[in-house]
């Protein structure tokens, strides 16, 4: 069994999964606005995985005996100043992400829930996937922002990714 506060801050995580995934769709829809369809397929899979790990952690709190409280969903800005605005705001929204489930982590080795410790390490390696990714992302959108042709090769990289489920856990 969880305990309440364990609980709690993951119900809190959550929602933060489920806001991220909303920041990101509006990120995915300035793109688009901007014919930059590749870099907007990029922010939808971003989306989609935040959507996942908050299903995940739904699926563990459900596991583990721990109430499910849905929280409030905050609006997230639409309005950005230019594509490396929101390549740095997407760095910057990872590291809070990451400072986030490193608190919990804390609170459940304070409390010797070794289970939440366990489930977290994924969410741990995760995070830093997502800020290397979002980092190297950064410098690339500076090197190309001001140069159509390169910016051009960047959305068509991006373009390529694609939403894989994780089919651990």
Do not use: C
Request: net charge negative; no cysteine; aromatic share 12%.
């Amino acid at each position: 069994m969880v305990t309440d506060k364990i609980a709690k801050l993951i119900n809190e995580q959550i929602t933060k999964e489920q806001y991220a995934a909303q920041y990101y769709l509006s990120m995915s829809a300035w793109f688009s606005s901007k014919d930059l369809d590749g870099i907007a397929n990029y922010f939808r899979v971003q989306s989609k995985e935040e959507l996942m790990h908050a299903d995940k952690m739904f699926d563990y709190l459900n596991d583990v005996g721990g109430e499910i409280v849905i929280g409030e969903i905050p609006k997230p800005p639409h309005e950005f100043e230019n594509a490396i605005d929101i390549f740095e705001k997407a760095l910057e929204h990872e590291k809070i992400v990451t400072k986030s489930i490193f608190n919990i982590v804390k609170n459940a080795n304070e409390e010797s829930d070794f289970a939440t410790t366990s489930f977290l390490q994924w969410f741990i390696n995760e995070q830093v996937e997502e800020e290397a990714s979002a980092s190297q992302y950064v410098t690339k959108i500076k090197m190309v922002s001001d140069n159509p042709s390169a910016l051009y090769l960047f959305d068509q990289e991006l373009a390529q990714r694609v939403f894989v489920p994780d089919t651990t856990n």
